[in-house]
T-cell receptor, first 116, second 116 residues
Framework: NAGVMQNPRHLVRRRGQEARLRCSPM?????VYWYRQLPEEGLKFMVY????????ESGMPKERFSAEFPKEGPSILRIQQVVRGDSAAYFC??????????????FGSGTRLTVV | AQSVAQPEDQVKVAEGNPLTVKCTYS??????LFWYVQYPNRGLQFLLK??????LVKGSYGFEAEFNKSQTSFHLKKPSALVSDSALYFC??????????????FGKGTKLSVIP
């Protein structure tokens, strides 16, 4: 069981470019959550998805950010026209149920986005 | 709204001494409490959780946590610290049930340094 896989581990983008972050949940998990960790901060909830559905995107910035979890393939967090303030670690978590499962969630190792 | 406070940004302890990392929470309902550990450039690893039952919860790597409902606290403890315990520790809370109960709310984290 490979766990939650995120790639890339590190991503550098110039201001105005697009960033695409990928997350493959644990085998058997159909619920995916994205969290953002700003420097010196705890993780903040962004979005909760099930296959082909966005369940809750209340933590997502209204503009430039979008997320999807297609029927086939990984979940994608997309940030358009990145700005320096988007620099952060983005973590994906998955669970087997919407209640987060017995252990809460299984987290991936994160993607560290740096905007230059 | 739910919140988590970790009042200490940093805790230093000598190897072999007991350690405590403090956490208090606020939630309107029954809490589901977690401790996670984050090593540099890694994802979050689950340590332990509290749902109901015995107020003293035992977790991974010799850690334990005590749930205190009257003080709304969930402090992490270990009887004898190891240098390898040095890491960033996050307390998190979610509702046991109801709307939005899948969302974890994290504290800002406490950096634990164990001095040889």
């Amino acid at each position: 069981n490979a766990g939650v896989m995120q790639n890339p581990r590190h991503l550098v983008r110039r201001r105005g470019q697009e960033a695409r972050l990928r997350c493959s949940p644990m085998k058997g998990h159909s619920h995916v959550y994205w969290y953002r960790q700003l420097p010196e901060e705890g993780l903040k909830f962004m979005v909760y998805l099930q296959k082909e559905n966005i369940i809750d995107e209340s933590g997502m910035p209204k503009e430039r950010f979008s997320a999807e979890f297609p029927k086939e393939g990984p979940s994608i967090l997309r940030i358009q026209q990145v700005v320096r303030g988007d620099s952060a670690a983005y973590f994906c978590a998955s669970s087997s149920s919407g209640q987060g499962g017995f252990y809460g969630y299984t987290f991936g190792s994160g993607t560290r986005l740096t905007v230059v | 709204a739910q919140s988590v406070a970790q009042p200490e940004d940093q805790v230093k302890v000598a190897e072999g001494n007991p350690l405590t990392v403090k956490c208090t929470y606020s939630v309107s309902g029954n809490p589901y409490l977690f401790w996670y550990v984050q090593y540099p450039n890694r994802g979050l690893q689950f340590l332990l959780k509290y749902i109901t039952g015995d107020n003293l919860v035992k977790g991974s790597y010799g850690f334990e946590a005590e749930f205190n409902k009257s003080q709304t606290s969930f402090h992490l403890k270990k009887p004898s610290a190891l240098v390898s315990d040095s890491a960033l520790y996050f307390c998190a809370v979610r509702l046991l049930s109801g709307a939005g109960s899948y969302q974890l709310t994290f504290g800002k984290g406490t950096k634990l340094s164990v001095i040889p």
